[in-house]
């Protein structure tokens, strides 16, 4: 009896130890709807793996992010997913550094650290693209001419988030060529890049919060657009795209046609504004298969296996530069994203991204 007791005790031990490792996943906030899902994701595939999970999500704070990180590893975690806020994150990270614990940036580099591995995202200079180039096909740019030019304003994400740059970049250097023959005309301040801060920051949206893009939008058209028909809007994501969209619902030129608006993330309600012929696109970052490869990087990590993650890239040559954090370049894992209009609107419903309900909405 004794015997079975010390040796049922000892499988537990040794369960608790190995089967039960536990992840840490800390994402940023839920005031973007993407990363409710992702989180969830997340804790899925760290389970189906075998790990015990948990997830926080930060509320847009680096400090309430923190705390939570603190409080994984206080739990003994021997693995961190972060999606984080801004580089207040790096103190946390450094900890974790050295206790050994596996920190991944999940979709968001953490700028300015030399205090981790790996990085595993989207290839968000193509996102960029995408977007300029669903600008480019809305506006139909190729046939138009500098006689009668095309009017564009640009909204750019949360100036602390480095993917806000790639985005930007992406969409310029595709809008360009275009601003530059004077077939297309910038209304608003009009950075070049992501490189001229200055301006880029007057376009950019603190903490992704729609109220702020609304709330520019609505001066825009009241001060720099308040004289020409804006046919184009730059919209970094889709919740951004939105409010965008509000504003100009509320100003009388637009009510028959509105602008042609970008957008990122395939979100359930940009999806049916896309379908409804609001919004003109976005792009569609299929995060349950980020957060599948970012588990099973973990894992690899975690037995201390040879990293190979099917479907997504290593970054390198140029690209190498979205896994660059200022410090040090990071080995960044690459998945590819999907631009998605009207003509192919059905794309993220049959990659499974949305739930039954959701999916025969779309389909109707
Ligand atoms: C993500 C986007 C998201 C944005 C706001 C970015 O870092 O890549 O998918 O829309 O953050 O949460």
Redesign the pocket.
């Known amino acids: 009896m004794k015997k079975l007791f010390l040796v049922l005790l000892c499988l537990a031990v040794a369960g608790l130890s190995f089967g039960q490792t536990l992840i840490g996943i800390a994402m940023?906030?839920t005031h973007?709807q993407?990363?409710v899902k992702d989180g969830n994701s997340l804790k899925a595939e760290a389970e189906k793996r075998g790990y015990r999970a948990e997830v926080q999500w930060g509320n847009a704070d680096q400090n309430q992010q923190n705390q939570q990180i603190q409080s994984f590893l206080t739990q003994g975690a021997k693995a961190l997913i972060i999606?984080n806020i801004n580089t207040g994150v790096n103190s946390v990270v450094r900890e974790a550094a050295k206790d050994k614990v596996v920190v991944i940036a999940y979709?968001?580099i953490i700028q300015d650290s030399k205090d981790y591995d790996y990085f595993i995202?989207?290839n968000?200079y193509k996102?960029g693209t995408l977007q300029g180039q669903g600008i480019v096909k809305g506006l139909n740019l190729a046939s138009a001419t500098a006689a009668n030019p095309k009017y564009i304003t640009l909204f750019a994400?949360?100036p602390t988030?480095d993917?806000?740059n790639f985005f930007f970049n992406g969409a310029m250097d595709v809008l360009r060529p275009y601003i530059r023959s004077g077939v297309l005309k910038v209304v608003g301040p009009h950075p070049d890049s992501a490189k001229d801060k200055a301006n880029f920051n007057r376009i950019a949206t603190e903490g992704?919060y729609a109220n702020i893009a609304k709330a520019r939008m609505e001066n825009l058209l009241n001060n720099e657009a308040r004289n020409v028909t804006l046919d184009a809007v730059l919209a970094?994501?889709?919740?951004l795209a939105r409010a965008i969209i509000e504003a100009l619902k509320a100003d009388a030129k637009y009510r028959a046609k509105l602008p042609v608006v970008s957008g990122?993330?395939a979100e359930f309600d940009s999806i049916m504004s896309i379908k409804n012929g609001e919004q003109y696109m976005t792009v569609f970052?299929d995060t349950a298969k980020l957060a599948e490869a970012a588990i099973l990087l973990a894992d690899q990590v975690l037995k201390k296996q040879k990293v190979s993650i099917p479907g997504a890239v290593l970054a390198s040559g140029d690209l190498k530069a979205i896994g660059n954090t200022g410090a040090k370049v990071v080995i960044t894992y690459l998945l590819d994203p999907i631009s998605v209009d009207r003509t192919n609107i059905l794309v993220p419903v049959n990659a499974g991204f949305y739930d039954a309900t959701q999916s025969a909405r779309i389909r109707q």
């Open positions: 940023p906030e973007v993407r990363w999606g979709d968001r995202t989207f968000n996102v994400g949360s988030d993917n806000a992704w970094p994501n889709d919740t990122q993330d970052k």
